[in-house]
């Protein structure tokens, strides 16, 4: 049944896009809702969930050596001495991934039919979801780079299609356009990464690539820079499609998409592509010392950088995808000192605990009516009871508090950044100050959009004048209140729908980290096949050490939450600390003035040059050629028209002159 758990979504993605297609899109089609489009697709992803723990619980059952379930579909490319075949593999890692996809994907499913029930097109909405799904699925279950590449290629044009959902505005169409150029750019890296494994060891399929890692004498005749430069190509592939500096400038901007497609692509499935593709080729990375110390700084910085950003954002989804960002850098860190299961942990516990914070920001959007300003919200524990309470769930865990799943998870990868081999003293600095700054800024988030008073006018929500916001109705955008006469609702809290999903992820917030307590870690057992534990003996430090780092990060994080609570509990006095740092203020707020950089030293050559290249070259030279040619044929035809006077006696006088012409040769040459 391996091949159905990807199946399953491509069948909803066929069945929706075809009611959109033959039935939605027609004029004058009656307005469809979510339920019957969003039923189908929930129940597809759901079928696919079910048949994933049917394979864990298969895969549990099994020795550890032997610990995996393959499938071959059908023979896929035969060129010279390429033979691949389309086959699904599942594993000790895939398994873990194709849990996080479906099952999250199950719960933002079912949310996205509250969500988006008065959507224009829910069809269409629902069929690229399952697609994406479809296409996450086939990357983490390949059996070979090429069909991981399928899927990764596949999440990029899904990615593209959802955040650009609503296209019809022209900031969401751009912001579509930016993650997939973004992304474009990055998968150079992984196909030259990938053309340079071919080149070395003459396979694709992962299980021929780790037979030949276990092999000493064949690794020693690579060159060790040839094993750097594929890796660092591969990274390069991660750094796009896991949003990492210099290539994270997309992912903020993908906030542009409903707020569904924020959760599951920001939250559990698309970003951590890269993190799948490193854990899967650790061994690979692992013969690069290079490579895993580029990997963790380049982590390190991108964590400490984003959460700098998030600081001074207002907008409650910018802050949330900035977070994501960094906690992605978090990722990265840990498999760049070669604690790839606490990176994969940490996948885990942040798909439960963000993708709640991104459904219950969806919540409060919803309820707000489609307010997104921090600022302009306060007060909502008591509107919103439901998102208040598992918001704060969310909140608790990435602030890295016992018992929740962010503190088990955060605290592996500050460990391992201290005393591992690979690690250093100067990175868990980066991650611990990156922790502080982590708590700081959620619970800023978190104080101004539910605690102290109300800074929004009641009164003036759910009017005519929402049905043109940013999920009206007519414009293709998502879930507007107040249009065919309903009456102003005021800030409320979200359907069952909505809100069932918020209590489910709120659980495994809470209980998701003790699959991986330190030194009683089921997760370090169960991958022990795929990714080989740490030695401990090759630590710096020992478990006394451990523990006081624990407690050391705790209380950072204890210490930041007060503060920021402290703060923001006297908005006048927050106030007027932001004006006494006003530039430094200014510039977290325009994310460093990255995109306008990226724009002057980038965008603007490439389109100058480009319109040189289109005057000078394609209308000056190329054009001009075409044309010429155009002219010429013009020219003779109207030439040889003359001859066409419509006289026989002409017609006749020519063909004696040519029959004359001709005789006249003839005897000549004889």
Known sequence: ????????????????????????????????????????????????????????????????????????LFNWIHVGDLDLKMALRVDSLSTLFTLVITGVGTLIHLYS????????????????????????????????????????????LCSYLLIGYWYEDLEKAKAGKKAFIANRVGDLGFLLGMFMIYTHFGTLEFTKITELLARGDFIAAISPAAITATCLLLFVGCTGKSAQIPLYVWLPDAMAGPTPVSALIHAATMVTSGIYLVSRLNGLFSLSHTAMMTMAVIGGLTAFFAATIAIAQNDIKKVLAYSTVSQLGYMFLACGVGAYTAGVFHVIT?????????????????????????????????????????????????CGLPPFSGFFSKDEILWNAFASPHGSKLLW??????????????????????????????????????????????DHAGHGHADHGHAPQGVHESPATMTIPLVVLAILSIVGGFIGIPHMSWLEEWLEPVIPAHDPATFTAGHTTEYLLMGVSTLIAILSIAYAWKTYTNLKEASARKARHAKLHETLEHKWYVDEAYESAVIQPIYEMSVKLWKNVDVAVIDRVVLGFGR?????????????????????????IGLALSLGYLVRGF
């Open 113 to 156: 039919i509250g969500y988006m029930s008065h959507d224009a097109t829910p069809g269409k909405f629902f069929a690229y979801l399952n697609l994406f799904c479809f296409a996450m699925l086939m990357l983490v279950m390949g059996s070979s780079l090429p069909i991981l590449f399928l899927g990764w290629e596949g999440v990029g």
């Open 1 to 72: 049944m391996l091949k159905w758990i990807p199946l399953l979504p491509l069948i909803g993605f066929t069945i929706n896009g075809f009611w959109y297609a033959l039935i939605q899109c027609r004029p004058g089609a009656k307005k469809a809702g979510a339920t019957i489009p969003g039923l189908i697709a929930t129940l597809a992803i759901f079928g696919a969930f079910l048949i994933s723990v049917k394979t864990f619980l298969e895969l549990k059952g099994m020795p550890a050596e032997g610990r995996f379930v393959e499938q071959h």
């Open 429 to 474: 600095v980066v991650g611990a100050v990156t922790a502080a700054m982590t708590a700081f800024y959620m619970t800023r988030m978190f104080y101004l959009t539910f605690m102290g008073k109300p800074r929004f006018d009641e009164s003036k929500m759910g009017g005519a004048h929402d049905s043109h916001a940013a999920h009206g109705h007519d």
């Open 350 to 398: 942040h798909a439960f605990f963000k993708a709640l914070m991104f459904l219950g920001a969806g919540s409060v959007i919803h309820g707000m009516h489609e307010e997104q300003d921090i600022l302009k919200m306060g007060g909502l524990r008591l509107k919103m009871p439901v998102t208040f309470v598992t918001f704060l769930v969310g909140w608790v865990a990435i």
């Open 632 to 656: 010429v044929s013009e020219w003779t035809g109207q030439a040889a028209r003359t001859a066409q006077t419509g006289s026989i006696q002409v017609y006749a006088v020519m063909i004696l």
